[in-house]
């Protein structure tokens, strides 16, 4: 038996480190919570009916099915044993000897956990897919609404955050309700809706040069969605966000104002940031830890002007391929230098016909760049069958304003009841059951 590698996730740094690993005289275990591996730069699209879920998820052991080494287990870890060297998983012990933790991260609502009943976020294919009936949802109960004010909080949408996520949900809600939506109803009309996007810093986009984040704000207003910025969310509940004094009444909030890292950190009781990401050094291993890796949003590590890494795909890929190379290496007798990040550029989509793109000094916006973002989310998806099906959607929903995907789904069953939303909501869900 070789070296026994077991990969803890397989988000874009595991699935990286797993395939660079293929063929390798590892005996590689991935293990994941979820049969699939998700491509969740588009999950926004997905939340609002642009694309269906098999379009940018494929299942993980398809991915891995001619890497013979590379063993594939379902399972939730829940801890991890350093003096026997396993892993808990679902009341089993894996064993390992060299550990790469890619357990990504989890929504944060900075201390107000109640908040998440009533805003969700979007992390995975459920979230997604449960954000689209709410959304769906509030327009088909304001059809048939009779009280003004009732039919006026369906129709107002929230979403916290002014990061990539929160831009490119707001965008793509007001295109769903400008185009997509726009002749589908008799008692309404859907581009009466207020979509308002929240941020707390003073702009959007942070990560983004002040011009680019300044364009994305005027796209966003050109698709009539209010901006506020500086404004930091007060309270928050299934009718309504207060910003400060303003209350703005609504059904449906969209949490994208912040994530931390899974619990890996209290897994091994190591060191960890504000954002509960383990500081590693900079091979990547875990102070003290020294067969034990951690990567993607899970790590803490500054590039080489001390900014701290983002937590982008691009570093999880660079990790996970790195990663893969130090293992070979160090199994030959030898040693690499420590990891660095290669830099290629941030982007950001605000709707149809409209992105920004910063790469170093080379900075973009409108046609152009949302024509590059396209290019570059399709190639970067899993297998051609996902690149095919979602560039013949993309170039659909562009000449006809259509989204395919406006189905409400999950209106009954236990996994409904699972899911955070709105006591009254629950209700009308039970009795439609």
């Known amino acids: 038996m070789g070296t026994r590698v077991v990969i803890?996730?397989?988000?874009?740094?595991?699935?990286?480190?797993?395939?660079?690993l293929a063929k390798s005289p590892f005996d590689v275990t991935v293990i994941d919570r979820h049969n699939y591996h998700l491509f969740q730069p588009l999950l926004y699209q997905v939340a609002t009916a642009g694309l269906s879920p098999a379009d940018i998820a494929s299942p993980i052991?398809?991915?891995?099915?001619?890497?013979?080494n590379v063993s594939v287990i379902l399972g939730r870890v829940s801890g991890i044993d350093t003096e026997r060297r396993e892993v808990l998983?679902?009341?089993?012990?894996?064993p390992y000897d060299t550990l790469i933790l890619a357990t990504g991260a989890q929504?944060?609502?900075f201390g107000h956990g109640d908040w998440a009943a009533h805003a969700p976020g979007l992390k995975t294919i459920d979230d997604a897919t449960y954000i689209r009936r709410r959304i769906l949802?509030?327009?088909?109960?304001?059809?048939?609404?009779?009280?003004?004010?009732?039919r006026a909080r369906l129709l107002n949408f929230v979403i916290v955050g002014g990061g990539p996520t929160g831009v490119e949900m707001a965008g793509a809600i007001a295109e769903l309700a400008n185009r997509a939506l726009a002749k589908d109803f008799r008692a309404i009309d859907p581009r009466s809706a207020r979509i308002v996007l929240v941020e707390a810093a003073p702009r959007l986009l942070t990560p983004f040069d002040p011009p680019l984040s300044a364009a994305a704000r005027t796209s966003l207003e050109q698709l009539g969605v209010e901006v506020r910025t500086g404004a930091p969310?007060?309270?928050l509940d299934d009718s309504g966000v207060s910003i400060g004094t303003e209350r703005i009444e609504t059904r449906t909030v969209v949490w994208a104002a912040g994530v931390m890292a899974s619990p890996a950190g209290q897994w091994l009781g190591?060191?960890?940031?504000?954002?509960?990401?383990?500081k590693v050094t900079p091979d990547l291993s875990v102070p003290g830890h020294p067969d034990i890796f951690v990567i993607g949003d899970t790590a803490a590590l500054n590039d080489a002007k001390g900014n701290p890494l983002p937590g982008v795909a691009p570093v999880a890929k660079q990790q996970g391929q790195y990663l893969a190379r130090l293992l070979r290496a160090r199994e030959a007798g030898k040693a690499l230098p420590p990891f660095r990040y290669r830099d290629y550029g941030i982007l950001a989509t605000i709707g149809r016909k409209r992105a920004v793109i910063q790469m170093g000094r080379f900075k973009l916006t409108g046609f152009l760049a949302w024509v590059l973002w396209s290019v570059a989310h399709i190639y970067f998806l899993i297998g051609f069958r996902n690149r095919f099906v979602v560039a013949l959607n993309w170039m659909w929903n562009y000449v006809t304003f259509q989204r395919g995907t406006r189905l409400i789904t999950g209106m009954s069953g236990a996994k409904v009841e699972e899911l955070p939303m709105p006591a009254d909501e629950k209700e009308i869900l039970r009795r439609a059951s």
């Open 107 to 109: 929504h944060a609502y």
């Open 61 to 68: 052991r398809g991915i891995l099915a001619r890497a013979p």
């Open 8 to 20: 803890v996730g397989a988000g874009f740094g595991g699935l990286s480190a797993a395939k660079a």
């Open 137 to 150: 949802l509030a327009f088909e109960k304001a059809e048939t609404e009779t009280d003004p004010a009732e």
């Open 270 to 278: 190591a060191e960890t940031d504000r954002a509960g990401r383990l």
């Open 233 to 235: 969310v007060t309270a």
């Open 89 to 94: 998983a679902d009341g089993r012990r894996i």
